[in-house]
């Protein structure tokens, strides 16, 4: 069955109808200033891919040298972020897109005085499973 | 290998560096005033999912009545449309997201007087022959 999430937050506070928190474990250490939310997923009946939006505040980070069997489809949707990837760090901004491929290490750091917010893809979990490319 | 796809168009004309035009048939009567970009893809080394923009001038739509086996993660990133999803209508506006399960008779109308855009994720084609699930 289709689904509409209709926008129901603020530019300082993306939200969505009937979308999932994502689950960022209280006190985790390896990521600072970082929430999501899980807004196309197996809730609705999508088994090959999951979009997500992560936020992550000034001076903030995702989850440090995150490394990994799936790939991620990113898309900036406002701030800046620095992208660090292996031994790389690309800056990037609004509508810039970024492909992250598997076992790659990597995260996102957010520079500037705003809140950084970035779509970001994964492949459905049980899809890799099925494919024999499920990971960490 | 990761990939950075810097956007490099203006708030009227999105686009970005080194992408592919989106390859809509000349003359296709079957759509009215839509161009697409396809920004994440295999050529990324991407082999699980595919991110493409597609753009539809004021009064003009995708694809009539659109029908196949993958499924569609949709973000409106400008401007506002009507999703024809089987009978249903829903108007939708910029952040908001909408999820297109396989085979569900489909398409976006532009609607108001700006040109509406759109990121649509779908999974990568091998990978829905490998899971016997590709079709048209």
Known sequence: MSTIHHFRGTESAWDWENVLEYP????????????????????????????????????????????????????????????????????????DAVYISP???HWLEAVGDEPMGFLC???NKDLLVKLGAAGK
Chains 1, 2 share one sequence.
């Open 24 to 95: 960022i474990k209280p006190g985790d250490a390896n990521s600072k200033g970082a929430s999501g939310k899980i807004i196309i997923s197996p809730q609705d009946g999508a088994s090959h891919f999951v979009l997500r939006y992560f936020r992550v505040e000034p001076g903030g980070f995702s989850t440090l040298k995150d490394y990994h069997s799936h790939d991620h489809g990113v898309l900036i949707l406002h701030g800046r972020a620095i992208v660090h990837i292996g031994e790389k760090q690309f800056e990037v901004g609004p509508h």
């Open 103 to 105: 076992w790659e290490e």
């Open 121 to 123: 893809v994964i492949p």
